[in-house]
């Protein structure tokens, strides 16, 4: 598969970016240093480039169905303008893929699928809608777009002078981009061009996420002065909150999961009809084996994703996400433990190079 | 972007350098330390303990992944960089000075022949 590049490659290029493949997109992965980038976002504020996300858009009658039947959360609880973290389930309830929805005017939705995700999840929408005789059209816009997620505590600061004029308040009840509610979005101007901007991301910081048209993409990525960030500083910002990292820390094939051993039971609303509803009841009522966690290593080392994890010199678990957290200084990891483990204080260890690492459960985030 | 390579040492294929005037000591590149990016931790041997040429001495972690240390000459390990316990980022800051890795006495000077000079090293990374 050709390797996808950003609109905005041959910025970051010139900006002396480093690059790595993810999901089959050549995506910045440094632009100064992981740490730097790290410590920006949590201190100031840093941009980061994730137009490796996909755009999918579902309108039609049946759009609100259709959105309903393919995603764990209530979609009909959604008014326009929220957006809505939901997992992508199969009929056994395992999660394919974790998603953002956004409510638009009229009968219209965005969403907005993993890296390399994005062909699969239209093909599923497709079949769907045409097994089941829904009037919906579903729009792969993937290419069209550029999306960029401005965060930390100076980025309301920064997207109130970027943002030139809320056309449309959609959540937004002023039109201030600072009183945008989290999980609210709203259409705005930005360095003259039409965008999409949430009050959400992938930190645990404050901030926005900004979708606008490819061709507007430089002009929108300078309109905010700030640290820019790869995805190096993306995937420790999310450690340290416990985040998920699609096809890490699960996977439908590699490591398949429910939402409710993901630690992301809060996403699954067992009074809609779903894909998967009737597996992911029956796990509720019987209770998960194992549980995603956090760890806290207390020796030297760091845990790396498929490290084993043991208690009492049997192996339990495997580590799916770790490193060095650049705000603690220590090494943290993410993985799944047998439920009875799973508990904050136990002791376990993270088998590092043959050498077992003393490490505490500890449930995410790291960081408050 | 271009990289430091002094020509007072000779260089390993995987990037690590020794020192050709006494005491020999022992680092990675500035090429090395970029690509791993931010070090959190370096796992050395202790002093008495012997490293054979090209062979794993030990491990360095950066914040993205870990790598494999390789002796560019074999001997017993005069020396360790305790400072590098506390401040592993002295391996970016300082490849070539306070980020040295080990002092090692060298068992065979003849291995010295095996490694790059600094043009030959600066060849590789171009």
New interface residues.
């Given amino acids: 598969m050709a390797t996808r590049r950003p609109p905005l490659y041959g910025v970051h290029e010139d900006r002396?970016a480093g690059f790595t493949d993810f999901g089959g997109w050549e995506m910045p992965?440094?632009f100064d240093?992981?740490?730097a980038e790290h410590t920006a976002v949590r201190e100031a504020a840093g941009i980061f480039d994730v137009s490796h996300m996909g755009e999918i858009r579902v309108e039609g009658p049946d759009a609100e169905t259709l959105m309903q039947r393919l995603t764990t959360n209530d979609v009909s609880s959604m008014d326009v303008g929220d957006a809505q973290y939901s997992c992508i389930t199969d009929e056994d309830g395992i999660i394919q893929d974790d998603t953002m929805t956004y409510r638009l005017p009229g009968d219209e939705y965005l969403f907005v699928p993993n890296a390399g995700h994005d062909e699969a999840a239209e093909q599923r929408w497709v079949d769907y809608r045409d097994a089941n005789d829904l009037d919906a059209t579903v729009s792969n816009e993937t290419a069209e777009w550029a999306m960029f997620a401005v965060q930390g505590p100076e980025a309301m600061g920064l997207a109130a002078d970027a943002v030139e004029d809320i056309d449309a308040p959609l959540g937004a009840e002023s039109d201030d981009i600072r009183d945008l509610s989290r999980f609210s979005a709203t259409e705005a101007t930005v360095a003259g061009a039409d965008c999409l901007v949430a009050r959400t991301g992938y930190t645990g910081e404050d901030g926005v996420e900004i979708l606008c048209d490819a061709d507007d993409a430089e002009a929108v990525w300078a309109a905010f002065d700030c640290q820019p960030c790869g995805l190096?500083s993306r995937d420790?910002l999310r450690m340290e909150q416990g985040l998920l990292l699609s096809g890490q820390d699960f996977h439908p094939e590699e490591n398949p999961r429910t939402p409710f051993e993901a630690g992301v039971g809060f996403t699954v609303d067992l009074d809609t009809e779903f894909v998967g509803r009737d597996a992911l009841a029956a796990q509720k009522e019987a209770g998960v084996e194992e549980t995603f966690t956090g760890l806290v290593l207390q020796e030297?080392?760091?845990a790396?994703h498929g490290y084993d994890i043991t208690h009492d010199g049997e192996t339990v678990g495997e580590v799916t996400s770790g490193?060095?957290s650049?705000t603690l200084g220590d090494p943290i990891a993410l993985g799944y433990l047998p439920t009875d483990l799973a508990e904050d204080g136990t002791e376990v260890a993270v088998v590092v190079?043959g050498t077992e690492k003393r490490a505490e459960v500890t449930t995410p985030p790291f960081i408050q | 972007?271009s990289f430091d390579v002094p020509d007072d040492r000779n260089y390993l294929a995987s990037h690590e350098w020794a020192t050709t005037d006494e005491p020999i000591r022992i680092g990675i590149s500035d090429f090395a330390q970029d690509e791993l990016?931010?070090v959190?931790?370096v796992?050395l041997p202790d002093e008495g303990d012997t490293i054979a040429h090209d062979e794993p001495f030990g491990?360095v972690?950066s914040?993205?992944a870990?790598s494999d240390l390789h002796a560019p000459i074999s001997g017993e390990v005069v020396t360790v960089n305790e400072a590098l316990h506390d401040q592993p980022e002295l391996v970016?800051e300082a490849p070539y000075g306070d980020g040295w890795l080990l002092e090692v006495e060298p068992s065979d000077e003849s291995e010295f022949e095996e490694l790059m000079d600094a043009d030959e090293y600066e060849d590789q990374i171009a």
């Fill in positions: 002396g992965v440094e240093s992981i740490r190096g420790t030297r080392g760091v790396r490193t060095m650049p190079r | 972007m990016g931010d959190v931790f796992e491990v972690e914040i993205k870990v970016n």
